[in-house]
């Protein structure tokens, strides 16, 4: 059973930056697409970004097209989500996913094993 760890929240002003990390627990690790979704409180989950395992292709949301940067380091075992120009609108729970395809997944519920989530809060 693949397990992931989010690591890298915190408290940041805004326009600052931070750099998520998604650990995994298994060296296949290269084998799945890994995404990441943020839920603030009274609002649904959002898919922010994904990056496939068959090339590496990234996925970015609207909201944060040009701000984030999704990355791999399969020896590593890790996938990063580098976050800036931080806005107060980007504060929420983080969570990476892992699925098991060579492909980023259209919906949430395609994804086969989920991190904890890390908060991450932009504020003054």
């Known amino acids: 059973q693949l397990q992931l760890v989010e690591s890298g929240g915190g408290l940041v002003q805004p326009g600052g930056s931070l750099r998520l990390s998604c650990a995994a627990s298994?060296?296949?690790?290269?084998?799945?697409?890994i995404g990441w979704f943020r839920q603030a409180p009274g609002k649904e989950r959002e898919g922010v970004s994904c990056?496939?395992?068959?090339?590496?292709?990234?996925y970015y949301a609207d909201s944060v097209k040009g701000r984030f940067t999704i990355s791999r380091d399969n020896a590593k075992n890790t996938v990063y989500l580098q976050m800036n120009s931080l806005k107060p609108e980007d504060t929420a729970v983080y969570h990476c996913?892992?699925?098991?395809?060579?492909?980023?997944?259209?919906?949430?519920?395609?994804?086969?094993?989920w991190g904890q989530g890390t908060q991450v809060t932009v504020s003054s």
């Open positions: 298994e060296f296949t690790f290269n084998y799945y697409s």
């Open positions: 990056i496939r395992s068959s090339d590496d292709t990234t």
């Open positions: 996913a892992a699925a098991v395809q060579a492909m980023c997944p259209t919906y949430s519920y395609e994804y086969d094993y």
